[in-house]
């Protein structure tokens, strides 16, 4: 079992390595700016390290159970009103595989980005002046990243939370003289944020309600207390409680209705895309949801509520993948459609199939993110319009986003298959779930997202590798261009090692992290359900029917991309009106940004609520604030006339107040 | 009785510093030497330091003693006092030694005094009886005169000094009239008992009621013309006026002594005297302090705003904190569960360290952005966000923490005394508390502004601060930070001396 300075460590060395790029190597080392990836990877590297230890070591004899240490306290500890904040690691198998696969990922997408950052900057102005910048941000991203993960105590996870929150605001505005960029990066931070509240109002309610807690001698904010106390509570306290961190799960994992800021995230750098919004952060959700399963499964209506959302997610965001064309964008409905996926497995009650679809999407899905960013590399577009017959150049690239794009679709045997499976296996069976029927309903949508999931995730491999080259940047008409990038060329060229390695570093997981982790089978080293045993469940029994219809599904999938975009056998054009129609309305994402932005925010809020609060707030708040404020100069000018300096009167002034004070005693009397 | 080895051993801190302070004046014969000075008074302290902690052990161990046929009484209050005083004047002589530059030749005589001050401070928060507390408080009073009237070639500090002598001897005068009545109503002097078994007030007052002269109504002009003398020290409405007279005209380090050390011993004396000797009586104090403590952070807030001069501002803010001390006052003398007391006096006692960080922080940092211009004035402070970095770091974080911003030790600190307010019953105190907070935010942060939004009106060039000054900033900005983040520590601690209090 790791010692507990070294499970803070997990934490602080990132952190270190953050912290020495932004304070040290950039004020004062100019000249070693170019090693500021180094650093990060150092630390990040170091941090994996640790976490693959504490995985083995949760492996042994299960929870690490630290004790959590004191911070502060209000209150007399125990009464009604007093209540303890301790800070803590919670180190057990569920957290330990969740830091290693942050830890793991972010280093190998930091390696990524030396070659990949390395272009980006040195074309802006020569220099390596994004380095220590890029490379701060993201240790410090990883380090936040791991102190949610490892967080003992609901407010310290919050906390976290919240910083996650913030480096994934200055990541998506990296390039934040770019207007895209910085109202994408304003657009995450206020939509996730709409979803914190939520998560607020549920610690606050459960603060409202510790008495429930401090009965049963434990501290309603330290995680395995709620886990404990989960059973007891009350019925209305699990609900609120529940429906308020899915709030912000939802917010952080981009579900329905708050998934809007996911596409337009991808403005900033490729291997933020990949690391943040495809492996980790976005999966901070879905972690939640499974860090308080226990509180969520003591209540059916946050459990279908989840299920629900979920499934409804992996749909909706699948059919808005259909019809982008903008490779990162696919990806990115396709990462919220995946962690629909997971939250549909948390809600028919299976946490541990989630973490393994989770724990396989993180490989898969930060490796096509990465070949995106090679491809970009070349061409200096994501518009798949203009690409075309890039494998014939960038054979590593192709290769390793067609082993990813064949994991994501499902194909046995590679690991998006087995996690994919093992989710329509518990949905059909709905042992767990809190009603079958809702079980059932979202089996089927499960399975329709899995249709549509194959079918674009080929239709992009095959506009982007496949068919002929259709200019790259040189085709893309100057206005649609981004300042910046306006200068490009494409180069046909294959990436640098530094970025061809991570690509098959994660291809080789994308191909076995299901199969070694969660074998059917003994493997001689890895024990049959590994991955399922290390999180204390039993793997749902494996169904030849099911995985034969769920692989069918898929390939019929494929066979349909293949058809319209490779051979153009098949053509939508047929349709007519309808799919003009339908068309439209997945290019406009079902009009969701224009009823925020315009219907809601714009007129609603601009026109009509924000012009009476700003009345309000110019006449009446302002007004009596400007009242109080000459009423206390002005009182406050009245009495230091009082203070004229003639000790006389200071006299005066100590006799009377002793006179006033006895005369009012004696009246009393 | 004679005197003991055990009494030198329980009086020993307070020994060691007159010792110090002596050999402190008396090396000002040989030497001129401020760095010896300095040396030897820090001395001085280390060891008064060294027995203070030794007696926390033995009290630890053996329980409260007494000390000189019960006048002194060594409890873990007392002693949390003692090591606020000694720490307070340690850190203002260490951030006076450029400063008292001015004084020479006569620095050591500056050092000594406020060594003799400390050790009646000291003594005081020990006091065990009436007459042992007068004369401890004039102990340190009389050399705090001298302090304020040290630069005699100006004439505020003269005026300071002489307005201060006035002041407390006529607060000494009523302080000793109250005492008069308490005395003839119960025939004792002891505030606390001790071995002798000699009757307490407390004691007395609630055997004999039937006996008590003019029935309670003696008691009750005895304690309120005591608080009437005590209210002087403690800058408290109507007895504050002296207040920003003197912080203006002193010299800054005397000031930071009187708003710090000063106050602290004295709320330790109040608290001890209210609570062991009129605790069980049936005048209702609470009422009495909350109105007071409401009064003087209103009026002291609201007279801060309109003032120009930092010291002078000062002056008025230390008369609002002695109102939100005067909460934790309030809410002691409350008539509660036992429990309750004590975290009354530990949100006092630990409001009293905070207090003083944020005190001395801003008082250095004054020292050294007004050392080369002596412009007191707050239009002076402009652009010492560049010229000054860390004494205007250390200013704003020192008034933020006044404030009672985040991640301060001021904002714990008022935590815990509204708490305790809440939990006496005083809801509308806690809530006077926080409006006068929002007040207060006015005139703090405004400095704030002014420092690093505006720009300087002539001199722009860099103010440069001494290693002394810069060591006492970096210290007491670290420990309102640090006490802030971590105020469990120290809350033990005050807890603990608290508790010594209440059994």
């Known amino acids: ?669 | 009785m004679g005197i003991t080895a055990r009494d030198l051993f329980l009086i020993a801190p307070e020994l060691a510093l007159t010792v110090g302070a002596t050999v402190v004046v008396l090396s000002g014969l040989v030497s001129r030497q401020r760095q010896l000075t300095l040396v030897l008074a820090l001395l001085g302290l280390a060891v008064t330091f060294a027995f203070a902690i030794a007696l926390w052990d033995n009290v630890h161990a053996n329980g409260a003693q007494s000390a000189f046929n019960d006048s002194l009484i060594v409890d873990k209050f007392a002693l949390y006092i003692k090591f606020l005083v000694a720490g307070t004047a340690a850190l203002v002589l260490i951030a006076s030694s450029e400063y008292a530059e001015r004084f020479r030749p006569y620095g050591s005589e500056f050092t000594g005094l406020v060594l003799f001050s400390a050790a009646g401070l000291m003594l005081l928060a020990a006091a065990a009886d009436l007459i042992t507390i007068y004369v401890s408080l004039e102990l340190a009073t009389l050399p705090v005169v001298a302090l304020a009237a040290f630069v005699r070639t100006r004439i505020a500090p003269i005026e300071a000094g002489v307005k201060y002598l006035l002041l407390s001897a006529v607060s000494s005068a009523f302080l000793l009239y109250g005492f008069a009545f308490l005395y003839g109503a119960s025939g004792t002097m002891q505030v606390v008992g001790g071995s002798s078994g000699a009757p307490t007030i407390a004691q007395a007052l609630g055997e004999g009621s039937p006996d008590v002269p003019f029935g309670g109504l003696a008691i009750m002009a005895g304690a309120i013309l005591a608080t009437a003398g005590f209210g002087f020290k403690l800058s408290m409405v109507p007895f504050q006026m002296w207040t920003p007279d003197v912080y203006e005209g002193a010299p800054t380090p005397v000031g930071a002594f009187l708003a710090t050390a000063s106050k602290a011993a004295a709320f330790a004396v109040v608290l001890r005297l209210f609570y062991e000797a009129l605790g069980g009586s049936s005048a209702d104090w609470s009422t009495l302090f909350a109105a007071l403590a409401a009064i003087t952070m209103t009026i002291g807030n609201l007279v801060a705003i309109v003032q120009s001069n930092v010291k002078r501002l000062l002056g008025y803010s230390a008369i609002a904190h002695a109102g939100y001390l005067l909460i934790g006052v309030a809410a002691v003398t409350a008539h509660g569960q036992e429990t309750q007391d004590a975290a009354g006096i530990s949100s006092v006692l630990f409001y009293l360290a905070g207090y003083a960080a944020m005190t001395l922080a801003a008082f250095f940092a004054v020292i050294v952005l007004t050392q080369r211009s002596g412009d007191e004035r707050i239009e002076a402070m402009a652009g010492m966000g560049k010229r000054a970095p860390l004494a205007a770091l250390a200013l704003a974080v020192a008034l933020l923490g006044l404030t009672g911003i985040p991640p301060t030790v001021g904002f714990m600190g008022k935590l815990f005394l509204f708490n305790a307010a809440v939990n006496s019953g005083l809801v509308w105190l806690a809530v006077v508390g926080a409006v006068n907070s929002v007040v207060s935010a006015y005139y703090y942060v405004g400095i704030i502004r002014t420092m690093y939004l505006r720009e300087p009106a002539g001199d722009a060039s860099p103010v440069a601060a001494a290693f002394s000054g810069r060591l006492t900033l970096w210290i007491t900005v670290a420990a309102i930070l640090v006490l802030g983040f971590w105020p469990g520590g120290l809350l033990e601690v005050a807890r603990t001396a608290a508790s010594g209090l209440v059994s």
């Not at chain 1, 890029?134 to 906390?159: C, D, E, H, K, R």
């Not at chain 1, 206390?632 to 004070?661: D, F, K």
């Open chain 1, 1 to 669: 079992m790791l010692p507990e300075a070294a499970a803070w460590l997990i934490i602080g060395l990132p952190l270190l390595a953050g912290v020495f790029s932004i304070a040290v190597l950039r004020p004062w080392r100019r000249s070693l700016w170019r090693y500021a990836g180094h650093v990060g990877i150092a630390g990040t590297g170091a941090a994996f390290v640790l976490s693959l230890i504490a995985v083995n070591g949760a492996m042994g004899n299960g929870d690490a159970g630290y004790e959590p240490h004191a911070w502060f306290a209000v209150g007399a500890l125990g009464a009604q009103d007093g209540f303890e904040m301790t800070v803590g690691i919670f180190l057990d198998p569920l957290s330990a595989i969740m830091a290693a696969v942050v830890s793991g990922v972010s280093m190998v997408v930091q390696v990524f980005s030396l070659g990949y950052m390395r272009k980006e900057s040195d074309d802006a102005n020569g220099e390596w002046s994004d380095y220590p910048r890029y490379f701060t941000y993201m240790s410090l991203f990883t380090a936040s990243m791991l102190g949610l993960v490892l967080a003992y105590n609901l407010i310290q996870l919050f906390v976290f939370w919240e910083l996650v929150g913030l480096f994934s605001y200055l990541l998506i505005g990296f390039w934040y003289h770019r207007p895209a960029a910085a109202a994408a990066a304003k657009k995450a931070f206020i939509v996730t944020r709409i979803g914190d509240f939520g998560f607020m109002l549920g610690i606050l309610y459960l603060f409202l309600n510790r008495g429930e807690f401090t009965a049963l001698g434990l501290n309603p904010f330290e995680i395995p207390a709620i886990l404990d106390a989960a059973p007891m509570l009350s019925a209305g306290v699990a609900t609120w409680v529940a429906l308020g961190l899915f709030a912000g799960a939802a917010g952080k994992s981009a579900q329905f209705p708050l998934h809007t800021w996911l596409p337009d995230a991808m403005e900033g750098p490729t291997p933020v895309s990949s690391l943040i919004h495809a492996a980790t952060m976005v999966a901070a959700g879905v972690f939640l949801v499974a860090r308080l399963f226990g509180l969520f499964e003591e209540s059916a209506a946050a459990m279908n509520t989840v299920a629900i959302i979920g499934g409804f997610t992996a749909v909706f965001a699948a059919a808005m993948g259909l019809a982008a064309n903008d490779i990162k964008r696919v990806l990115a409905f396709s990462t919220v459609s995946q962690l629909g996926y997971m939250f549909l497995a948390l809600g028919v009650g299976a946490p541990g199939v989630a973490m393994f679809h989770l724990f396989n999407h993180a490989f898969f899905k930060c490796l096509l993110f990465l070949g995106a960013g090679s491809v970009h590399h070349s061409v200096h577009t994501f518009d798949m319009r203009y690409m075309g017959g890039i494998r014939r150049w960038m054979p590593i690239t192709y290769l390793t986003t067609l082993v990813g794009g064949l994991s994501l679709a499902g194909i046995f045997p590679l690991a998006g298959f087995w996690s994919k499976d093992e989710i329509l296996t518990t949905a059909w069976s709905g042992s767990h779930a809190a009603n079958s029927g809702v079980s059932q309903l979202v089996f089927w949508l499960a399975l329709a997202a899995a249709f549509m999931t194959a079918f674009y995730v080929f239709r992009l491999i095959i506009m982007a590798f496949h068919d002929d080259f259709r200019g790259g940047i040189d085709s893309v008409p100057h206005e649609e261009r981004i300042p910046d990038e306006a200068h490009h060329h494409v180069h046909r060229h294959e990436s640098p090692l530094v970025m061809k390695l991570p690509l098959l570093v994660l291809a080789v997981f994308a191909v076995g992290s299901g199969f070694v982790a969660n074998s059917l089978v003994d493997l001689g080293p890895v024990p049959a359900h590994w991955f399922s045993h290390l999180l204390h469940e039993d793997a749902p029994k494996f169904n030849i029917a099911i995985a034969l219809t769920s692989t069918l599904v898929a390939v019929a999938g494929i066979g349909l991309a293949v058809l319209v975009y490779g051979t153009r056998t098949v053509s939508f054009d047929g349709l007519g009106r309808l799919w003009r129609f339908v068309h439209r309305l997945l290019v406009q994402r079902f009009y969701m940004d224009a009823l925020y932005e315009d219907l809601i925010v714009r007129r609603a809020l601009y026109r009509g609520l924000f012009l009476v609060s700003d009345w309000f707030d110019r006449r009446i708040v302002d007004g009596v604030a400007d009242l109080a404020g000459w009423l206390g100069r002005n009182s406050g000018r009245a009495i230091a006339q009082l203070q004229t300096g003639h000790i006389q009167v200071y006299g005066v002034g100590v006799s009377m107040g002793a006179a006033v004070i006895l005369i009012f005693y004696l009246m009393q009397r």
